[in-house]
């Protein structure tokens, strides 16, 4: 998994939005019902740096997408598109869409084979109030990658032409099968709902046979939803033997519901542990990605007793707990 850099350059950001907005020679005509990708007219500005130089957005790496999420995924939609349609272009199959609980936005387009670098771009064109009569065509934000170089950036319309938008919950990164890019509703014009096209395209001006758009003609529908509720389960879990005057310890693993890393810390663990009616102190837990560790010494005179032992892991607001019992040998 690759992630993708913000850029301050955003040249490009003009160039492909000049790409996302003029239709292909053989481009089908669009239903009237639906957003149009009609040719718009508008002036660039007289000197592009300048323009840049007001919108830069500070280039930073991203977290690949093994990391955490901060909210489970939930209320995904599969928009499937007819392949064999891209020539030239990374040929699109799907765009998954997905929101979190914080109205975090993900966009998965799925291609045939993506290559990186290569002469390629990924546009995500964003109808954010679902008005057609408004920004560019409906269009009013364009998430970017530049396959180029591997960078990507958020550019809104400002009533004539499209500027980069410095934005602080935009993400994206790319792996050989697609790109993933991520924003908060928030910076997208706290939508609730919008209408979205995509288009791969090879090199920076559309022409008959180097891009693919999905859908082909018109645009697909998204509304945000409530977030699934995360729930942990243990995957594994392994405890020492009980030994009177001996340390015992116990190792479980962390699975989320959401698919994602359970990344634990110390602060996320609770041990407990009574032998008898006696409770044991226990020592510092240890915390490492989806495992955590307790520990406790059990009294010299416990043996035959019954040890009764616990981990607990309370984590983005979902708790597991796992128990050991043991005669103490």
């Known amino acids: 998994m690759n992630t993708i ?102 966009f998965r387009v799925d291609v045939g084979k993506l290559v990186v670098p290569s002469d390629a771009r990924v546009v995500v064109a964003i109808d954010s109030d679902q008005n057609a009569s408004t920004g560019a ?28 938008a410095p934005s602080t919950t935009a993400t994206a990164s790319n792996d050989s099968t697609g790109i993933t890019f991520a924003v908060n509703a928030s910076e997208l014009g706290n939508t609730k709902g919008f209408n979205f096209w995509v288009r791969t395209l090879q090199g920076t001006t559309v022409a008959a046979g180097n891009h693919d758009d999905a859908p082909d003609s018109g645009s697909w529908n998204y509304q945000l939803g409530p977030a699934a509720s995360l729930t942990l389960s243990v995957e594994l879990s392994h405890a020492s033997s009980a030994k009177a005057g001996k340390p015992f310890v116990a190792v479980i693993t962390v699975a989320r519901s959401d698919s994602a890393l359970a990344d634990l810390s110390v602060d996320d663990v609770t041990c407990a542990a009574t032998v008898g009616s006696t409770r044991l102190a226990a020592g510092s837990p240890l915390a490492l990605g989806p495992a955590a560790t307790c520990g406790w010494r059990l009294p010299k005179k416990s043996k035959g007793k019954t040890l009764h032992a616990s981990i607990a892991i309370n984590l983005d607001g979902a708790t597991v707990t796992k128990t050991f019992t043991q005669r103490i040998k």
């Open 5 to 106: 850099q913000r850029t301050r350059r955003l040249w490009w950001v003009f160039v492909v939005a000049i790409a996302v907005l003029v239709p292909a020679a053989a481009a089908q005509a669009r239903p009237a019902q639906t957003t149009a990708r009609s040719a718009a007219v508008w002036s660039m500005p007289e000197s592009v740096s300048s323009v840049v130089t007001r919108t830069a957005v500070v280039s930073r790496p991203l977290r690949p997408i093994t990391v955490a999420r901060d909210a489970a995924n939930a209320n995904p939609a599969t928009y499937p598109d007819p392949t064999g349609d891209s020539a030239t272009a990374p040929d699109i199959t799907s765009v998954v869409v997905s929101n979190d609980a914080n109205n975090q936005i993900t």
């Open 137 to 164: 065509s409906g269009t009013d934000y364009l998430l970017l990658a530049d396959l180029s170089n591997n960078t990507f950036g958020l550019a809104r319309w400002d009533g004539s032409t499209f500027v980069g």
